[in-house]
């Protein structure tokens, strides 16, 4: 199909524009950029006056709970539920069930994202088999068969010989090792230490918790690129909560250290007090925490010391949910919020336009990096001759969020009943209209 974009302001802070232009695509592909494209003969015509045109947005967090989560989600509602918020590319963490740490279930899984012709699939290989933290996965193998890193997910691994290896392996071959750090004696609690813990009577998990394991993890990612750093390895740091933990970051890269990060929309804007009376709807991994916290993350992500804004889309059942807080499972409904939260910190936080658009797109395009193969040059911008990857955006149409009206096989979110100031009104996937709003 050849599909013509037309008067929408075009934002891309990839190439610095900013203007309001018409994008020209065909063949899956942007032909075109400007006000006036000769010759062009469109087979439809998508008017977007008044909308923004941005590049389509890259989530790095998204759980799809296939395989073994389909009484949470499935593969149909939930990449469903991302191109309804904007997102064409996202990253599936490795704790599926079975976990993907065998070729076969990465193909299994890819090949069944394709089928859908919803938005692009990238998975995350297990670091360590069956994420135990004791042998390290197959990792070249998981990489030949599409993987864009390996992590852990929520399972941090004790045992810091492996972790040292596993840093080392990585390096030999220029993969990005994906962790959130958690010293795991220190976070076995439900919400974060501090005097509403208390009062709730709800084990707490300190601050200390992700501090110690992030300086655990620096000291040997130190160790393994040498000083000044030569090896290749990467290391991202998933979901951060602390503002401890974005100070270490800042020195991190100011150091040199090969580090990337990012924070869940959940963290950027919420905080402990939001959980009153023991609303399993905020019961989130890594928990919310206070207001000092929630401010230095959202200067980090501000000014670059963060690289990227997450959904850390987590879907959960009902019956996983009404439960006491404390045995609740931890999660909550994300993606098709993403956009329309970032765009209310950018308010709230008068945020320039361009940085927040970054943070959901070229931000995570960047962390994803070499991986990405040949898609790396088009993915996290509006680029002529690119793979047409696009978000139409309303910034002007506030709505307010309902559990019934989220296309998510999950209804949970700390969102619910909050205003958003924007909807996503289309999504395209290699040039593929993989959404459109309905009138």
């Given at each position: 199909?050849?599909?013509?974009?037309?008067?929408?302001?075009?934002?891309?802070?990839?190439?610095?524009t900013?203007?309001v232009?018409d994008?020209?695509?065909?063949?899956?592909?942007?032909?075109?950029?400007?006000s006036?494209?000769?010759?062009?003969a469109?087979n439809?015509?998508?008017?977007?006056?008044?909308?923004?045109?941005?590049?389509g947005?890259?989530?790095?967090c998204?759980?799809?709970?296939?395989p073994?989560?389909?009484?949470?989600?499935l593969l149909?509602?939930?990449?469903?539920?991302?191109?309804?918020?904007?997102?064409?590319?996202?990253?599936c963490?490795p704790?599926?069930?079975p976990?993907?740490d065998?070729?076969?279930?990465?193909?299994?899984l890819?090949?069944?994202a394709e089928?859908?012709?919803?938005?692009?699939?990238?998975?995350?290989?297990?670091?360590?088999?069956?994420?135990?933290?004791?042998?390290?996965a197959?990792m070249?193998?998981?990489s030949?068969?599409?993987?864009?890193?390996?992590?852990?997910?929520?399972?941090?691994?004790?045992n810091?010989?492996?972790?040292l290896?596993?840093?080392q392996?990585?390096?030999?071959?220029?993969?990005?090792?994906w962790?959130?750090?958690?010293e795991?004696?220190?976070?076995?609690?439900?919400?974060?230490?501090?005097?509403?813990?208390?009062r709730?009577?709800l084990?707490?998990?300190?601050?200390?918790a992700?501090?110690?394991?992030l300086h655990?993890?620096l000291?040997l990612?130190?160790?393994?690129?040498?000083?000044?750093?030569?090896a290749?390895?990467?290391?991202?740091i998933?979901r951060?909560?602390?503002?401890?933990?974005?100070?270490l970051?800042?020195?991190?890269?100011?150091?040199g250290?090969?580090?990337?990060?990012?924070?869940?929309?959940?963290?950027l804007?919420?905080t402990?007090?939001d959980?009153?009376?023991y609303?399993t709807?905020l019961?989130?991994?890594?928990?919310?925490?206070?207001?000092?916290?929630?401010?230095?993350l959202?200067?980090?992500?501000?000014?670059?010391?963060l690289?990227?804004?997450?959904?850390d889309?987590?879907p959960v059942?009902?019956d996983?949910k009404?439960?006491?807080?404390?045995?609740?499972?931890p999660?909550?409904?994300?993606?098709?919020?993403?956009?329309?939260?970032a765009?209310?910190?950018?308010?709230q936080?008068?945020v320039?336009?361009a940085?927040?658009?970054?943070?959901?797109t070229l931000g995570?395009?960047?962390?994803?990096?070499?991986?990405?193969?040949t898609?790396?040059?088009?993915?996290?911008?509006l680029a002529?001759?690119?793979?047409a990857?696009?978000?139409?955006l309303a910034?002007?149409?506030?709505w307010?969020?309902?559990?019934?009206a989220?296309v998510?096989?999950?209804?949970?979110?700390p969102f619910?009943?909050?205003?958003l100031?924007?909807?996503?009104?289309a999504?395209?996937v290699?040039?593929?209209?993989?959404?459109?709003?309905?009138?």
């Amino acid at each position: 199909m050849k599909l013509l974009i037309r008067n929408g302001r075009v934002i891309d802070p990839a190439s610095g524009t900013d203007r309001v232009a018409d994008v020209a695509i065909a063949a899956g592909r942007i032909i075109g950029i400007g006000s006036a494209l000769a010759d062009f003969a469109p087979n439809r015509v998508l008017d977007a006056s008044g909308c923004w045109v941005l590049p389509g947005l890259v989530d790095l967090c998204v759980r799809l709970r296939e395989p073994g989560g389909e009484h949470a989600g499935l593969l149909e509602s939930e990449t469903a539920a991302a191109v309804a918020g904007g997102v064409t590319s996202l990253v599936c963490p490795p704790d599926t069930d079975p976990v993907l740490d065998e070729p076969g279930l990465v193909d299994m899984l890819r090949k069944r994202a394709e089928a859908l012709h919803r938005c692009r699939v990238l998975p995350l290989g297990a670091l360590t088999r069956g994420l135990a933290g004791e042998v390290l996965a197959e990792m070249v193998q998981l990489s030949e068969r599409g993987c864009v890193g390996f992590g852990q997910a929520d399972r941090p691994i004790v045992n810091t010989q492996v972790l040292l290896r596993a840093l080392q392996y990585a390096a030999t071959f220029g993969y990005t090792v994906w962790l959130r750090p958690d010293e795991p004696w220190l976070g076995k609690g439900v919400m974060a230490s501090g005097p509403l813990a208390t009062r709730l009577g709800l084990p707490g998990v300190p601050a200390a918790a992700e501090v110690i394991a992030l300086h655990t993890v620096l000291e040997l990612l130190r160790s393994v690129v040498g000083h000044p750093p030569s090896a290749s390895v990467r290391l991202h740091i998933a979901r951060l909560s602390t503002a401890a933990g974005v100070e270490l970051v800042r020195r991190a890269k100011a150091e040199g250290l090969p580090v990337t990060a990012d924070v869940s929309i959940h963290n950027l804007m919420l905080t402990d007090t939001d959980i009153g009376y023991y609303d399993t709807r905020l019961r989130l991994q890594p928990p919310l925490r206070q207001q000092r916290d929630r401010e230095a993350l959202r200067q980090g992500l501000a000014d670059g010391t963060l690289d990227a804004l997450v959904s850390d889309h987590t879907p959960v059942s009902a019956d996983d949910k009404l439960l006491p807080f404390g045995e609740a499972a931890p999660g909550a409904t994300a993606v098709e919020l993403l956009a329309a939260v970032a765009l209310k910190w950018a308010e709230q936080d008068r945020v320039p336009l361009a940085r927040v658009v970054e943070v959901l797109t070229l931000g995570p395009a960047r962390v994803l990096g070499a991986r990405l193969g040949t898609l790396g040059a088009s993915l996290g911008r509006l680029a002529v001759g690119g793979v047409a990857d696009v978000c139409v955006l309303a910034p002007q149409a506030p709505w307010r969020v309902e559990p019934a009206a989220l296309v998510s096989q999950g209804r949970h979110t700390p969102f619910e009943g909050h205003e958003l100031p924007a909807r996503v009104r289309a999504t395209l996937v290699g040039g593929h209209l993989a959404y459109e709003a309905q009138p």
